[in-house]
């Protein structure tokens, strides 16, 4: 019997998260096989999302975390990872609407990296875009990125510049969870996303692997914290002007892989960690332009030299917050001196 921890963070989700909560339930699956428990911590909300989640939770199972708290999204997630005890921990939104085979299809991938002798395992999906009614555009969240994932498998490197594994699509092992709880995430200095951070973390020091279906219908209300990206009517010269504002974007997640890597050792990434470092110490335009085009096939997948050579011109490292992301390395790792990447495991 596997244990099956489902982590929810809600806030005023009152509209939807008894259809959400249901399709979880619903799930196709052998129960002789897999436990179920839903774990749901409530960021404070001001509507009636508390009394749908108790009256939800008499007929099903589910553990309830109401401390009255608002913490954020992310750090609500991060709170619920002590709470639960679990084989494989999923990860959904309040307003999500499971496909009935997502939960099999999870397990049975676990189950294939397991055999292959995988110990640091993650999972994640494509999802349909909804509109409010849950009912799916034809369109998947990941369209235009998944030909960049290669061999159905997520890399450190493809992170380093893009989001790719969706915490609302997203399922880990116990391993790492246990790693995710040694790590400083709620003292990054800035808003991090959880499920960029996770997928850091499995792909750094273990398989991230890639479901090409969508499991999940991803809602389209207006109020999505991260809603789904709409490029498609952008010209060329709206593109290029939007690079300056998505490099401000990408030195945010330089900063977290930086603290990733250097928390944590790596064979396969080996080195990633003191590039970072030259990289996010000071504003070095011949520095950073070899580095964008040195990790060009991360970068753009439709135009990686013309994108690499102007994310170089406006890079701009924040060094204050640079400083605060070496002060949380030296206190994980307070023997590497220079700043080296850690070989603790």
């Given at each position: 019997?596997?244990?099956?921890?489902i982590?929810?963070?809600?806030?005023?989700?009152?509209?939807?998260?008894?259809?959400?909560?249901?399709?979880?339930?619903?799930?196709?699956?052998?129960?002789?096989?897999?436990n179920?428990?839903?774990?749901?911590?409530?960021?404070?909300?001001?509507?009636?999302t508390?009394?749908?989640i108790?009256?939800?939770s008499?007929?099903?199972?589910?553990?309830?975390?109401?401390?009255?708290?608002?913490?954020?999204?992310?750090?609500?997630f991060?709170?619920?990872?002590?709470?639960?005890?679990?084989?494989?921990y999923?990860?959904?939104?309040?307003?999500?609407?499971?496909?009935?085979?997502?939960l099999?299809?999870?397990?049975?991938r676990?189950?294939?990296?397991?055999?292959?002798?995988?110990?640091?395992?993650?999972?994640?999906?494509d999802?349909?875009?909804?509109?409010e009614?849950a009912e799916?555009?034809g369109?998947?969240?990941?369209?235009?990125?998944?030909?960049?994932i290669r061999?159905y498998?997520?890399?450190?490197l493809?992170?380093l510049f893009e989001?790719?594994?969706q915490?609302?699509?997203?399922?880990?092992n116990?391993r790492?969870?246990?790693?995710?709880l040694?790590?400083?995430?709620?003292e990054?200095?800035f808003?991090?996303s959880?499920?960029?951070?996770?997928?850091?973390?499995?792909?750094?020091?273990g398989?991230m692997?890639?479901i090409d279906?969508?499991?999940?219908?991803?809602?389209?209300t207006?109020?999505?914290?991260y809603?789904?990206?709409?490029?498609?009517?952008?010209?060329?010269?709206?593109?290029?002007?939007?690079?300056?504002?998505?490099?401000?974007?990408?030195?945010?997640?330089?900063l977290?892989?930086e603290?990733?890597?250097?928390?944590i050792?790596?064979?396969?990434?080996?080195?990633?960690?003191?590039?970072?470092?030259k990289?996010?110490?000071k504003?070095?335009?011949?520095?950073?332009?070899?580095?964008?085009i040195?990790y060009?096939?991360y970068?753009?997948y439709?135009?990686?030299?013309?994108?690499s050579?102007?994310?170089?011109i406006?890079?701009?490292?924040?060094?204050a917050?640079?400083?605060?992301?070496?002060?949380l390395?030296h206190?994980?790792?307070?023997?590497?001196?220079?700043?080296?990447t850690?070989?603790?495991?």
């Amino acid at each position: 019997m596997k244990n099956i921890a489902i982590l929810m963070s809600t806030y005023n989700g009152e509209k939807y998260v008894e259809e959400q909560i249901i399709s979880i339930f619903h799930q196709n699956y052998d129960e002789s096989q897999l436990n179920l428990t839903l774990y749901i911590r409530d960021d404070h909300s001001s509507d009636s999302t508390r009394e749908i989640i108790a009256k939800l939770s008499k007929k099903y199972n589910i553990v309830l975390d109401f401390d009255g708290q608002n913490l954020g999204f992310a750090k609500s997630f991060h709170k619920l990872l002590d709470k639960a005890e679990a084989d494989y921990y999923f990860f959904a939104d309040q307003d999500d609407v499971w496909v009935p085979n997502k939960l099999s299809l999870f397990v049975d991938r676990f189950n294939k990296l397991e055999d292959q002798g995988q110990k640091n395992i993650g999972v994640f999906s494509d999802a349909w875009i909804a509109n409010e009614l849950a009912e799916s555009t034809g369109k998947r969240l990941l369209e235009a990125r998944s030909p960049r994932i290669r061999d159905y498998k997520l890399s450190f490197l493809d992170q380093l510049f893009e989001f790719y594994a969706q915490g609302a699509s997203m399922a880990v092992n116990k391993r790492i969870i246990e790693k995710l709880l040694e790590l400083p995430f709620t003292e990054i200095p800035f808003k991090e996303s959880h499920d960029h951070f996770i997928g850091l973390v499995v792909s750094h020091i273990g398989c991230m692997s890639y479901i090409d279906e969508a499991t999940l219908l991803y809602r389209q209300t207006g109020s999505n914290v991260y809603g789904a990206r709409n490029d498609a009517n952008k010209s060329i010269l709206q593109r290029l002007e939007s690079i300056s504002s998505r490099v401000k974007t990408v030195q945010f997640l330089l900063l977290t892989a930086e603290l990733v890597s250097a928390s944590i050792g790596s064979e396969v990434n080996k080195g990633i960690s003191d590039e970072l470092q030259k990289l996010n110490t000071k504003k070095n335009i011949y520095y950073a332009t070899k580095f964008f085009i040195r990790y060009r096939r991360y970068v753009s997948y439709s135009n990686p030299i013309i994108v690499s050579l102007l994310y170089g011109i406006y890079f701009n490292p924040n060094t204050a917050l640079h400083q605060q992301i070496i002060s949380l390395i030296h206190r994980r790792c307070p023997h590497e001196n220079n700043l080296g990447t850690s070989t603790k495991l």
